[in-house]
Each structure stands twice: as structure tokens, then as C-alpha cells.
């Protein structure tokens, strides 16, 4: 059984003494784990909690009482009135005899390995090896920076066949691409028949414990000891995976999985780790524009909501808020969706809609919709319909009904046929829109809006099972920046005369007030893993 499982029924704790100090654990979990648990630090390799036991590097090893040998804790099942002993004169040797035999042929080049400075084999040769070798001859050579798969690299020489990447492979993506081949001191890790090129390959550099497997994408970029992580939730698709945002100098150089057991465990796939690029696209638009005589001009944040709110009231005059459509965003907050929601209301729009995005799926952690809060938009009742309200929404435009948009989502860019789109955008009177950048079917809006990535806000997202998640500012915007909340806020104020900040909390209370499925959650209680909605599907 996986060290990971899931067990059917509620395990039975028992209670361990570890250096004289009595410790509860569940019974028949891995020693390991029960220790690292309860806070000891113990080395270790191989181990993993969300894969098989391999017990093959030996690091783990512990004294127990009654048992003349040392044991690998890893292996070693929890039992009511386990005597163990960590800090002990024998475990410590056995430790430094692990580390001298791994060093005797890892190459020495942590100055140009990717993995220096988040190294376990770096770490624990510091701790526990010694600062001279004992043996002359030279080290074996192996292959160096061999390209398995599209995106992923591996390096013989310092691979120290703990085999994760190996059972990895068989268990998790199950795609059996790396293998362990020859025997001895001749054993060296490959790819079998097949790259690696699966939709998880990168997590198998996450898992490795030292530099032998690395990506591509962040191979020889920079130093880790430069990042700085970020908690925040993975914006690709609705699973919501929990991630770390790396970033330095105020740009994002990776992303990696953060373990959240209720969500995607330790893994990310691919598609949704190199997904990041856009947030520093030099395309991106970074200023307000508003139509003029001659074209559409760059202009102020506060100018640009001026006009937008001017251009909203008088449209309502002229037609009433009926002729007026939204189209939601899947990739807003669910604060900033709940406060577009209050505008629209305010404006007197009947008709919104939600495009969303739909691609390659699995049934392990990618999913079908492409955006992450598309459930949250449902959730706070801002669509309806199978299609999210979008056959309805066109038609009315189609139909003359609707004559101006608000439009938030470049989802529906991707979701209608251009051809179809282009005339509807062409044929309404007013169009007030947040981009990305600035796509060609936009010529005509009236006032276009910057938008802002998940990585440079504030906020939660819902994920596809109704679990609400934290995402957090990594990145620092331009001084003036509005993010989308902020400008929905501010239109709000003008069009009903309110004086009201975008605060999280306040929008909570507010969301609460109103009778939402988010009243069910506790804003506080949402971190670090996120709270589910009382009524999940």
C-alpha cells in the first residue's frame, strides 16, 4: 500500500516513545512519517509520502528496542509501545557511512547544478558527511544532461537511484517511461521505450532529491536562494491546484506544486507549471485606453473609470439598464465577481453570461474548463443555463435587445466563431471591456481596462469541487494600478453615489449578508488549504 493511502476506517492511534519522549501515531503508518510528524528531523531519500516504500537508500535507518540490527523507519510499521531511538551514537555512524557512499561518485558540481540550495543530498552531506574523502579512485562517468522528453533533462552522474522518479511514473502517471537498468555499481537510471513526455514529466524533477532530473523550462535560470515563494492556486483549470509562485525582481521564474492532500496532493501537471508566461507578456496592455475621435488613446486609471461611468449612465438613460449584457469572467476572484455583480445589478442588466474555455482533460488532476473560478461565478448565481447563459446573451444581441456590453472575459474570444463575434462587437453601441492586451475585435470599445493575473492580486478562487482557496499578491504593480475589484468599485460609487473600499473582509461580510453559498465560509478559515462550500455537488 502506498504510504499516502487512504485508509476506510478511522485509524487506531497508539503511542511510541522516541528518545524518552511518548508520541501518538496511527497504527500501521510508517514509522517515518509518524516521526516527521511529530516533528523529529529525520534524513532521508527515498521515501515519499505519496509513493510506494522502496526502503533503498538507507538513510532512515533508527535504533528499536528488542531488535538487534538498525531498521529503516520508512519500512517499519507504527505499533502500540514502540521504543525508538534517533539521537544515538550507532545511527549517527550508520548516517555518515550512507552519505560517504553516495558521495564517493556524485560529481562535484553544485556550483552548476539547478538544484543547489534545495538539494537533500547537498544538505545532509553538510550535516552528516565528512569534509574529506577517503578514497583516490576517480569517480565513475555516466552521461551527462541526456533530453529524455520535451521538456525534462537528466544527468546520470548525480542521480542516486532512490528510485522516485521510477515509481512515479509507474503509480502516479502511469506511463512506466524511467526505469533502473544494470545491477551494482553499474546501475543507472533511463527512459525504457518511451520519452518522458507525459502531462506530469515535471514533477518527477520536483521529487528527485538531488539535481539528476531537471526541467528544461528553468534550467540554468537562477539561483533559488533568490526566489521568493508565494502561496497561491494554479490558474489553468478548475481543479485549482496549490502552488508556489517563485519569483525575483519582481518577475516569476517558476511555479511549483504546494501539497494539499484535498486537492492535488503533491503534483501539478505541465501544462499548468509552464503557464505563466503571460503575466509578463511585454504585449500586455499596461494603460487605460478610451475611445476618441481619432482612435482609441492611452489615458489615467482615474480618468478611464470617469469615462466609464459617464459612458454607463448615459446609456442607461437612453435605453434602461435592459439593453445593457455582461459577460463574467471565470478567471476574476470571487471577491471581484461578487462587487461586478452589485454593478450590474446597480446598472439594471438582466442579461450575463460566462464563457468558458474547454480543452484536453484526464481523470486525475486536469480538467476540462480551462479557467479557475468558473464554479465560484455559479456559485454567487451570476449565470444560468446549461452553456452559462451564452446562447442567450448572443441572441439577444443578435436580436437587437442588447445594444452595449460590459465585458470581462477574453474567453469568448476563444469560445464564438470570430466571424459571428465580430459582428455582434461591431453592431453594439457601447462596449466597456478588461483585456489582456488589446485584440483586434476591440476597436471599437469605448473604454478598455487592463486586467490583472491571479499572480498580482488578492482574493480566493472556487475550485470545480467547491473548495475555496486563497490566491496571493507575488508580483507588485505599477504605482495607480487598479485591479479589476478596485475598478468595479469605484464605478459602483459614482453610479449609486456609495463610499466604499475593495476589502476582502467587507466583501465577505457583504457576500454573507445576501444569502450566498459563501455565507457558509469563514473568511479567516480558508487558509492554507482551503475551506469546502456546505453545499458541494
Not at 72 to 83: E, Q
Not at 87 to 104: M, Q, T
Not at 278 to 290: K, N
Amino acid at each position: 500500500m502506498a504510504a499516502g493511502a487512504k485508509l476506510t476506517d478511522a485509524p487506531k492511534l497508539v503511542h511510541v516513545t522516541v528518545d524518552g519522549t511518548s508520541i501518538e501515531a496511527r497504527e500501521g503508518e510508517p514509522l517515518l512519517q509518524a516521526l516527521l510528524n511529530a516533528g523529529f528531523d529525520i534524513p532521508h531519500y527515498c521515501y515519499h509520502p505519496k509513493l510506494s516504500i522502496d526502503g533503498s537508500c538507507r538513510l532512515c535507518q533508527v535504533k528499536l528496542e528488542g531488535i538487534p540490527k538498525l531498521q529503516i523507519s520508512c519500512n517499519t510499521p507504527v505499533r502500540d509501545g514502540l521504543v525508538v531511538h534517533v539521537d544515538d551514537p550507532e545511527v549517527h555512524l550508520a548516517r555518515r557511512g550512507v552519505e560517504e557512499l553516495l558521495l564517493l561518485n556524485h560529481p562535484l558540481d553544485c556550483p552548476i547544478c539547478d538544484k543547489a540550495g534545495e538539494c537533500w543530498l547537498q544538505n545532509y552531506a553538510m550535516r552528516f558527511g565528512s569534509r574529506f574523502s577517503r578514497t583516490r579512485d576517480p569517480r565513475r562517468k555516466r552521461q551527462k544532461r541526456i533530453d529524455i522528453g520535451e521538456r525534462m533533462l537528466l544527468d546520470q552522474e548525480r542521480c542516486i537511484l532512490c528510485r522516485r522518479c521510477v515509481r512515479f511514473c509507474r503509480e502516479i502517471s502511469k506511463t512506466g517511461e524511467l526505469h533502473i537498468f544494470n545491477l551494482g555499481d553499474r546501475s543507472v537510471l533511463d527512459i525504457y521505450d518511451q520519452r518522458l513526455d507525459n502531462d506530469y514529466s515535471m514533477c518527477t524533477a520536483d521529487i528527485c532529491p538531488v539535481g539528476a532530473l531537471e526541467t528544461k523550462d528553468f534550467h540554468h535560470k537562477i539561483r533559488v536562494w533568490f526566489l521568493e515563494e508565494t502561496a497561491s492556486v494554479c490558474p489553468s483549470c478548475s481543479n485549482g491546484c496549490n502552488i508556489m509562485v517563485c519569483t525575483y525582481k519582481n518577475r516569476i521564474w517558476r511555479l511549483v506544486p504546494r501539497r494539499n492532500d484535498a486537492v492535488n496532493d503533491t503534483w501539478m501537471c505541465d501544462s499548468g507549471r509552464l503557464n505563466y508566461r503571460f503575466v509578463m507578456d511585454p504585449e500586455r496592455l499596461r494603460t487605460p485606453r478610451i475611445a476618441q475621435q481619432n482612435g482609441q488613446v492611452d489615458t489615467a486609471w482615474e480618468v478611464a473609470v470617469q469615462e466609464a461611468a459617464a459612458q454607463l449612465n448615459a446609456f442607461r438613460a437612453r435605453h434602461g439598464g435592459k439593453a445593457l449584457g455582461a459577460v463574467i469572467s471565470p478567471h476574476l476572484t470571487n471577491e471581484e465577481n461578487y462587487r461586478f455583480g452589485e454593478l450590474i445589478h446597480a446598472l439594471g442588466v438582466e442579461r450575463c453570461a460566462m464563457a468558458v474555455v474547454r480543452g484536453k482533460y484526464d481523470n486525475f488532476l486536469i480538467k476540462p474548463e480551462k479557467a479557475a473560478n468558473a464554479r465560484g461565478v455559479r456559485e454567487l448565481g451570476l449565470v444560468a443555463g446549461n452553456d452559462d447563459g451564452v446562447d442567450d446573451l448572443l441572441a439577444a444581441c443578435e436580436a437587437g435587445q442588447i445594444k452595449g456590453l460590459y465585458l470581462c472575459s477574453e474567453d469568448i474570444f476563444h469560445v464564438i466563431d470570430p466571424d459571428r463575434l465580430n459582428t455582434i462587437l461591431g453592431s453594439m453601441e457601447l462596449l466597456i471591456v478588461h483585456s489582456l492586451k488589446q485584440h483586434p475585435l476591440l476597436t471599437g470599445a469605448a473604454v478598455i481596462f487592463p486586467a490583472t493575473t491571479f499572480a498580482e492580486k488578492d482574493g480566493t478562487f472556487t475550485n470545480h469541487a467547491g473548495r475555496v482557496q486563497r490566491i496571493r499578491r507575488a508580483l507588485q504593480l505599477p504605482a495607480g494600478w487598479l485591479t479589476e475589484g478596485e475598478v468595479f468599485t469605484r464605478l459602483l460609487n459614482q453610479i449609486e453615489a456609495r463610499q466604499e473600499q475593495f476589502d476582502l473582509s467587507f466583501i465577505w461580510q457583504s457576500m454573507a449578508r445576501n444569502g450566498t453559498a459563501f455565507a457558509n465560509v469563514r473568511f479567516e478559515e480558508i487558509d492554507p488549504d482551503g475551506a469546502p462550500l456546505h453545499n458541494l455537488a
